[in-house]
């Protein structure tokens, strides 16, 4: 008798956690965290659930324990782990750039001297001094690298979200090296099992239908039949406008899932090709 796989899922705990949290929620998935704090249970049939800090779910994904795991895609750049990319959720994106107090600089360019780098990410660092040529000291920090300059370093390569901690800090960034979010990985082990994968596809399919709801909002509105064609080209529908006509014949209801960010200048255009009773809700969920 063959019974459902079992997917080992990794959710990082501390800042990124509510942001998973709310996710799976959208898409249905309630979560329960008990006493037992660091092992959350969903609500979907499954799937095992273990808490653990972004670098470890990559380090565990990589060793094949863990199935699936959320994680920044800077720490999978930072350990030069081989996993499958499933979902780029868009949370917490940030930026690992390289940054140093302003008085340092020369022209706005690092000084041609030696210098002490620090930073939690060895790989990358080393990988940036090596590509800009620098002849510079690593130094390994364990948080708070923004403190270092100018006394314990004089660069430092870190991540930032708005750049307000190193502004605060007297720090200007000199260099990017790649953006980062929250992306849902799994372990090459778990995709090559196809009862694994099936499970693991379903997953991906649901937050992927939350994450394209999020963009997009359902625009309806009544439109006499002379100005139909008008108000439908001005649509940018995902394919086709849902049409139906008013009781009576007295027009024609349109609804279509448009970008919200089209809306500030959609609706004022759609007013003036002569829609009316423009009404718009909330997607909680799309799969084209």
Known sequence: MSTEPTIHLAVPKGRMETGVFNLLAAAGIDIHVGQRGYRPVLSEPGFEVKLLKPQNIVEMLAAGTRDIGFAGADWVAEQRADLVDLLDTGLDPVRIVAAAAESMLEDGALPRRRLVVASEYERLARSWIDD??????????????????????????????????????????????????????????????????????????????????????????????????????????????????????????????????????????????????????????IVP
Do not use: W
């Not at 086709?240 to 919200?260: D, F, I, N, S, Y």
């Open 132 to 285: 800009c040529d620098l002849d510079a000291t690593f130094v390994r920090s364990y948080g708070a690298t923004e403190v270092f300059p100018p006394e314990d370093a004089d660069v430092i390569v870190d991540n930032t979200a708005t750049g307000e901690t190193l502004a605060a800090n007297g720090l200007v960034i000199v260099a990017d090296l790649m953006t980062s979010s929250t992306r849902l990985y799994a372990s090459q082990a778990a995709v090559s099992e196809p009862d694994k994968k099936t499970a693991i596809d379903g997953l991906v399919l649901s937050l992927r239908s939350v994450l394209d709801a999020r963009k997009r909002a359902m625009l309806e509105l009544n439109v006499s039949l002379a100005d139909l064609d008008a108000v439908i080209d001005a649509l940018p529908a995902m394919r086709e406008p849902t049409v139906a006509m008013l009781h009576g014949g007295a027009g024609m209801a349109v609804k279509a899932a448009v970008p919200r960010s089209d809306l500030p200048r959609l609706i004022p255009r759609l007013r003036q090709l002569g829609a009316t009773d423009i009404a718009v809700s909330k997607l909680e969920q």
